[in-house]
């Protein structure tokens, strides 16, 4: 069962990376030059396959900003479940000490009072290079 979570996990999020970069050519092109700059682009003849090394993948900012940006628009889980640890109110709901909260993912991770450079519902993967690269660290929960 473990094997089938990691591989249905890792296969939903690459589905929705190649969805993402499909509908963006910007996005796409900015890669693509990232990618040149750090020479791990494959040549047409096959000749040159440039390795992906965790040095070369640290220095792929624009990259992780995208992978960032697809994993907060299309969490791999949808929602997932907390144990309230004390009795307390959220949004004029009683919450009550053990009770098991569902939280959607989605919902957190689109919520407009964390993101703030441009529509916090469009896929804007330069929001992490601007001012919501230090979004507070519960607006974005892309797994459980």
């Not at 889980?77 to 919450?95: F, I, P, S």
Request: charged share 25%; proline share 3%.
């Amino acid at each position: 069962m473990m094997m089938l979570a990691g591989y249905e996990t890792t296969f939903t999020a690459l589905s929705w990376f190649l969805f993402f970069a499909s509908e963006n050519p910007r996005v796409q092109h900015k890669m693509k030059e990232e990618l040149r700059e750090h020479n791990l682009l494959m040549t047409d003849d096959l000749k040159c396959v440039p390795s992906l090394t965790s040095d070369n993948l640290a220095s792929l900012t624009y990259c992780e900003c995208v992978t960032k940006e697809v994993l907060r628009l299309a969490p791999v889980a949808g929602l997932t479940t907390r144990m309230a640890m004390r009795d307390t109110v959220v949004d004029n709901v009683k919450v009550h000490r053990g009770q098991t909260v569902f939280v959607a993912l989605h919902n957190i991770n689109i919520d407009a009072r964390y993101w703030h450079h441009g529509d916090s519902k469009q896929f804007m993967s330069e929001r992490f290079l601007a001012e919501d690269k230090d979004h507070h660290h519960l607006a974005m929960i892309p797994f459980s």
